[in-house]
């Protein structure tokens, strides 16, 4: 497969890519991590408040295969598929 990014997918393409329950995060510098779940997300952005930095965004696809954005770090239990906001 050819992508059109230089580096691979990014932005709405990577969004594509996703499973459902997979997040993207996106530094300040606009590089993104793929996490396989909430606990990988949580670990990613314990190593971002440790390097003294905060997310841009955080890019999360639901079980519907929606897309869920958050600007800056995701408030806690955000990403649950629990029927409401946490």
């Given at each position: 497969m050819v992508w059109d990014e230089p580096a691979g997918p990014a932005g709405a393409s990577l969004d594509r890519l996703l499973s459902p329950g997979q997040f993207v995060l996106t530094e300040p510098d606009a590089s993104e991590f793929v996490c396989a779940d909430r606990r990988q997300l949580q670990r990613k952005l314990a190593e971002c408040e440790?390097?003294?930095?905060?997310?841009s965004e955080v890019r999360w696809r639901r079980?519907?295969?929606?897309?869920?954005?958050?600007?800056?770090?995701?408030?806690?239990?955000?990403?649950?598929e629990t029927g409401r906001a946490s």
């Open positions: 440790a390097r003294g930095i905060e997310p079980r519907d295969g929606s897309i869920e954005r958050h600007a800056g770090r995701p408030p806690a239990g955000w990403g649950a």
